[in-house]
């Protein structure tokens, strides 16, 4: 079942998802490069983000876009799969967690498109979401000039809050980290890479997803250098307590 708005189509041995006001660019993209990565890393004006693979800030139908290709994480699969899967693209799982997520109130960016190609039992696929003008976490504390002062406590307020209403929502992300968390203008906090979360109950899985996004902070420390204090954390610890719900 596709969100309203969205609509699907046969692509050879695969097929395409796309938001109605982003379909015809992305039937065009392609039909002339064959797969939506290929057209996004083609583009004169792209922008290239680094993480798990390249990734490509381009327009896709006038609208600012963010295209991936869907490459596999962890230390044993990654080298014998690369970008192969099993199953149902991926993007299915973050489209439905996108639309959750933000009928909750929780800030991620909208899935816009994906796209498929099956070879024999496995597929390749490629993703595009809405593209949010910010930084994630690390990129933010541990860039040369990190934020300082009153905007720095905002962002760790703004973080603390995304947290707790996910939490609230009895919603968890098991791969809460700081690369996960994008922050934009002075105080709007995001969620990213969403297909991975899920519903739970109680507060013993909220605690333990607190404990990997420490574990998280104190990685970073220790291959960039103290940065995130320990009085960083406490001040996101506090803001996600005054930030429950009466």
Avoid at 65 to 71: G, L, P, S
Avoid at 165 to 192: C, E
Wanted: hydrophobic residues 45%; glycine residues 10%.
């Amino acid at each position: 079942m596709l969100p309203p708005g969205y609509e699907a189509w046969s692509l050879g041995t695969g097929g395409s998802v796309a938001r109605s006001d982003v379909a015809a660019a992305v039937r065009a993209a392609l039909e002339s490069h064959g797969t939506l990565y290929a057209w996004a890393g083609a583009q004169s004006d792209r922008v290239t983000f680094a993480g798990r693979g390249e990734a490509y800030g381009v327009r896709l139908g006038g609208v600012p876009a963010v295209v991936r290709h869907a490459r596999r994480g962890g230390y044993v699969i990654a080298p014998l799969l690369g970008d192969r899967f099993l199953g149902t693209p991926r993007f299915f799982r973050e489209l439905r967690w996108s639309q959750r997520l933000s009928d909750a109130g929780i800030l991620t960016p909208r899935v816009l498109a994906g796209a498929w190609q099956r070879t024999g039992p496995v597929h390749r696929a490629d993703v595009a979401t809405g593209r949010v003008d910010g930084s994630d976490l690390a990129t933010l504390f541990f860039a040369a000039t990190p934020p300082q002062g009153e905007h720095r406590r905002a962002i760790l307020v703004a973080v603390a809050r995304l947290v707790r209403r996910m939490h609230d929502a009895g919603i968890v992300h098991p791969d809460l980290q700081l690369r996960n968390v994008l922050v934009s203008g002075a105080s709007a906090a995001y969620l990213l890479d969403v297909d991975t979360c899920r519903l739970t109950s109680g507060e013993g899985a909220a605690r333990r997803n607190l404990r990997r996004f420490r574990r998280s902070w104190s990685k970073w420390n220790r291959e960039r250098g103290e940065r995130l204090t320990a009085g960083d954390w406490c001040a996101f610890e506090a803001a996600y307590a005054a930030a429950r719900p009466a």
